[in-house]
C-alpha cells in the first residue's frame, strides 16, 4: 500500500537541497537516507534520499542525481510516496495511519450518528477530518483531543465531543450509515480505504 509521506517545498541553497512538508509521524523512518520513494507526478521519480538534516525548524533533503538548485526546484510540489505493509501499524497506539481512519464513522458520546470520515486533510497548524453527513452535506472536524475523544478500530468508529457550533447536532441522526450499508451489501468485504500519506491525528 502506497502512503504520501511527504511534499517537496523550494530550493535551498544551490547544492540541491529541498524543503519538505513532512505528511509522516515517523520521518526517521520514512525519509532516511537510503529510502526510495515512488512520486506524484510518478514520472518524477523514484527518487532515493542521499541525506538529510533540520535547518531552522524544517526538513532539508539531497536526493541522489539531484546536485543543483535549478534541479531541485523541479521537484516542487511533487509528492513522496512511501510502500507500507497494509498491516503495519504506528509504533505509538496513539497514533493513526490515514488509511485506518478513512470511512470511520463518526459518532457524539450518547452514539448520535454524525457522518463518515471520507478525507483526511493535513494543514501546518493541525489535521482535520472532512465528514460527510447523511444528507451529503461536510462538515470539518479538527483532529486534537479536546474534540476527538476516542477512535476505536474495532468498532471503526470515531467519538467526538464537538463545541457549540462545531457541528448542528439537530441534523445528527441516530442510525449508523454503517449499519445501513451492512443490510444492502450483506456479506461482501469492505472496499479498501485509499491510500494516502501516514498519519497521526493525521499522515503516519
Known sequence: MQLVVARIGRAHGIKGEVTV???TDEPELRLGPGAVLATEPAHVGP???ETGRVHSGRLLLRFEGVRDRTAAEALRNTLLISEVDPAELPEDPEEFYDH???DLDVVLADGTEVGRITEITHLPSQDLFIVERPDGSEVMIPFV???VAEIDLE????????PPGLIDESEAVIASTRDEDANVVDGSADAGADAARDGKKGDA
Open 100 to 102: 485506518q481512519l478513512m
Open 21 to 23: 512538508e513532512v505528511r
Open 145 to 147: 483531543e479536546e474534540i
Open 47 to 49: 527518487l532515493t534520499i
Open 155 to 162: 468498532e471503526q468508529r470515531a467519538v467526538i465531543t464537538p
